[in-house]
């Protein structure tokens, strides 16, 4: 079942827990090498030899005028890009039933970033149909071309499909999808990284901006895997003051708990 959601600015939000598990060997590390470095002084009193076991949470968005939009898709099948490190299948279609959703309900796929865990799930079992088939799916335009830069294997798995569908819109900067809830870009992790905000930025469904609680202590502790290190502080550090200077929510990917009261 769906974690216990919340409703800010009359739009309720749930999120979906697609999957719980640790990164595979390929890339596994522990988490004071994820984070910040072994010798970071805020693993001082901390162990964190352990690997890091991921929650996958996406989320589900209702807003008060009957618009539904989903915030990343997941893992997806078995034989998704993520495969070779995350714990695939992912659940995200068994937690939208459970929370009273079809796919074909789902009017706005809103991708945080194109990394394989938050958006494998986009596509149908036959690798062409879109998973979310009345939808459009929206990402920023920084993401693809650094994604046709990197030559990304999610290209051919995710992107390419979407475009033949005619769904995927690209977009630059902040976008506005209802009065209450609108997207920005949050760059570091990804060149196109971006965010989703719901009500005046009451509460922020922040993708991977935030992804483990050592950066709620210590919003300086970087990631080993963030594209641009520099970047990613800088966006992070900004987010969560804003968020705290408003008493805001914080809505992340990864925490055991989705959601974060600053």
Same mark, same amino acid.
């Given at each position: 079942m769906p974690h216990p959601g919340l409703v800010s600015a009359g739009v309720e939000v749930t999120p979906l827990c697609d999957a719980v598990g640790p990164m595979g060997e390929q890339i596994a590390r522990p988490l004071r090498e994820l984070f910040g470095g072994p !010798?970071?002084?805020?693993?001082a009193r901390a162990d964190a030899t352990e690997p890091w076991v991921l929650h996958f949470h996406c989320y589900l968005l209702r807003t008060p005028a009957g618009r539904t939009v989903l915030v990343d898709t997941g893992l997806g099948g078995p034989d998704s890009p993520a495969a070779s490190w995350a714990p695939v299948p992912g659940g995200l279609t068994a937690e939208l039933a459970a929370a009273g959703v079809r796919p074909e309900q789902v009017d706005t796929v809103v991708l945080t970033h194109l990394h394989s865990d938050h958006a494998s799930g986009?596509?149908?079992a036959?690798?062409?149909?879109p998973a979310f088939p009345n939808a459009r799916y929206l990402v &920023?335009? /920084?993401? %693809? !071309?650094? %994604?046709t830069a990197t030559g990304s294997p999610l290209l051919d798995a995710v992107v390419r499909p979407l475009r033949a569908a005619g769904c995927l819109d690209a977009r630059?900067?902040?976008?506005?999808?209802?009065?209450?809830?609108r997207v920005f870009a949050t760059p570091g992790h990804t060149p196109g990284h971006q965010s989703v905000a719901i $009500? $005046? #930025? &009451?509460l922020v469904v922040a993708g991977d901006v935030v992804l483990h609680p050592v950066q709620? /202590? !210590?919003p300086t502790v970087g990631y080993l895997y963030d594209d641009d290190q520099p970047a990613a502080t800088g966006t992070r550090q900004r987010l969560l003051a804003e968020l705290t200077a408003g008493h805001g929510i914080l809505a992340t990917a990864h925490f055991a708990e989705p959601? /974060? #009261?600053l």
């Open positions: !010798d970071h002084p805020v693993w986009s596509l149908a036959d690798g062409r149909t &920023q335009r /920084t993401e %693809l !071309d650094w %994604l630059a900067g902040e976008v506005a999808l209802t009065p209450e809830v $009500g $005046g #930025r &009451q709620l /202590t !210590d959601f /974060t #009261r």
